[in-house]
């Protein structure tokens, strides 16, 4: 953890250095706390060379004068408007005077912080209109942060430094994705803050893919995960693309996606939707969750791999969510942080199995406390059945049986109704892994396809010479 001093030295470098730099130029408009971030550049020799204009438009009419009507002030669609305003204006007033020799930009953000009477949740969105070159047409970043600490004076300082330090990164440290995001967080404590949305568009950007960006940052620990959605959507804000919607997610690492995980997630949709009212039913939505331990490689994400399970997922029109989680208990906390309505996780017998081994229970209390996390609120896990392969038995949620020690807790929550018994009955999917499969890849038998979805064909391909998860 970074101590104040060591914070306070990077952070006033860095806003000087961007002041020595006479090719860099423009305007601060900041609403809702301070103005944190050009506070820095004022603080900092040299503030004429960066800084033109300032504002803070806080009263809702003159903000509403300058930007036009808005339905919510802290949201994308205000910071997009006050990035248009800023940066027309300060190309109107200065582009003829100085625009050959300087890449314009204009930071803008919007944001709630912790009131005398407010308990959250706080936040803000911040974005930058810049140029990549002198003269060259506008791309934009756009990130929202979520505030995680109630203390005021504690948020200023996160916006405050987290501002320079975007600015810093996007002028100096763009060409290199890691190192750009690495410079973000840069002398932050991660647990002040998230940043559950980055995205680049603009002049210069049109290949770029911001999935890659949104993996960063979830490996980097700025993001607690990452979700991408189908159908053209992109990357989206997990507590905002998911507030007040059902949940089903099925845990895994999708290698390869087969025919059982799509079978599984119906039979627990299905399921689970008895449990909803028709209201509810319209906002359900399918999730499918990788921890990004399971795409790592050694000491490299393999992106090709990544993208490939994402899009597979996308064309067959499931969410996905990346995560750096392993315990199941912190998923439900997670789920719980986005949304308020019905969770169901989806599991497997062998998956059930695993919530009774200690080593996943890393909190006092052990498998109490970790049981007491996952069934957060309405959260319950829906166990579709297995096949010993060995004995042929055919396993369900009410014939499984518990670690001796735990037999009366799991009775307890089956009975309860936290873990609820899924009918399945294709029997054939049952019997084949997906290490199965990889093995039938690897040995050229065409069968094998009779097990993967069509759109994951091309992914379950390039796995051959591996052994599958």
């Given amino acids: 953890m970074p101590s104040d001093i060591q914070t306070l030295a990077a952070t006033q470098e860095k806003a000087f250095f961007i002041n020595m730099d006479d090719a860099v130029y423009g305007s601060f408009a900041e609403i809702g706390a301070g103005q944190e971030t050009a506070n820095w550049f004022f603080r900092s020799s040299g503030a004429a060379g960066t800084v033109a204009k300032t504002i803070s438009a806080y009263d809702m009419t003159v903000s509403d004068t300058l930007y036009g009507s808005v339905r919510r002030y802290v949201s994308e669609e205000r910071l997009r408007q006050m990035m248009e305003y800023e940066y027309t204006q300060l190309i109107d007033c200065l582009a003829e005077k100085r625009g050959a020799s300087t890449c314009f930009f204009s930071f803008c953000s919007t944001v709630k912080c912790k009131g005398y009477k407010d308990n959250g949740p706080w936040a803000a969105w911040i974005g930058v209109r810049f140029q990549l070159k002198p003269g060259a047409p506008p791309s934009d970043l756009i990130m929202h942060v979520r505030l995680l600490v109630p203390d005021q004076e504690i948020q200023k300082r996160v916006l405050g430094v987290l501002g320079v330090n975007l600015l810093y990164a996007l002028f100096y440290k763009r060409e290199r994705m890691e190192e750009f995001v690495q410079c973000v967080g840069e002398h932050l404590d991660n647990s002040l803050y998230e940043i559950d949305l980055m995205r680049f568009s603009g002049h210069g950007f049109s290949m770029f893919d911001n999935r890659i960006l949104a993996l960063q940052l979830v490996q980097s620990g700025l993001a607690a995960a990452a979700l991408f959605c189908p159908g053209g959507e992109g990357v989206q804000q997990p507590s905002d693309f998911l507030y007040k919607r059902p949940i089903v997610l099925m845990r895994g690492s999708f290698l390869p996606l087969c025919k059982i995980h799509l079978e599984m997630m119906d039979s627990v949709r299905a399921k689970f939707c008895e449990s909803l009212t028709p209201e509810q039913r319209e906002r359900e939505i399918d999730i499918c969750e990788i921890s990004l331990s399971n795409l790592l490689r050694g000491q490299e994400v393999d992106l090709l791999d990544f993208l490939d399970r994402v899009d597979a997922l996308a064309a067959l029109g499931k969410t996905v969510l990346v995560t750096n989680i392993t315990h199941f208990h912190r998923i439900s906390i997670l789920l719980n942080q986005y949304t308020k309505e019905p969770v169901a996780i989806a599991l497997s017998i062998g998956l059930l199995h695993e919530l009774f081994k200690e080593k996943w229970a890393d909190m006092p209390g052990g498998i109490l406390t970790s049981m007491a996390h996952i069934f957060l609120n309405q959260t319950k896990c829906y166990v579709t059945p297995w096949i010993n392969r060995k004995t042929g038995e055919f396993v369900t949620a009410g014939t499984y049986r518990a670690p001796e020690k735990y037999h009366y807790l799991y009775k307890h929550l089956l009975e309860s109704g936290s873990i609820v018994e899924v009918p399945y009955f294709n029997q054939k999917l049952l019997f084949l892994t997906p290490r199965d499969i ?23 391909e390039h796995l051959k010479g591996g052994t599958g998860s």
Wanted: hydrophobic fraction near 40%; glycine fraction near 0%.
């Fill in 438 to 460: 990889i093995r039938m890849i690897n040995e050229d038998k065409e069968e094998w396809k009779e097990y993967v979805p069509e759109a994951a064909h091309r992914m379950a």
